[in-house]
């Protein structure tokens, strides 16, 4: 992990996006933050989607998307994490 700055992490960490239907997607963690994350992953995700995702050894961030690119996909931490 490379410190970037006070406020964010360059990381690159494998994670499971669980989809409220309990379907489950295989991401990439590239950048996590105080209150977001961006990660990489095959399939799509939509603004407004909410997401459970899950890094192991580390826990559960439940999160909402806030917009997706071609290779990239923002989403802002909830403030409750059910797990």
Known sequence: MVLQSAWASAVEIGATAFREDGSAELVRVLELTFDELTFSS????????????????????????????????RAAFASVCRV
Request: charged content about 25%.
């Open 42 to 73: 095959k399939a799509q995700f939509v603004g407004g989607e909410r997401l459970r995702v899950h890094i192991a050894g580390q826990g559960w961030i439940q999160v909402e998307v806030l917009d997706t690119s071609s290779d990239r996909t």
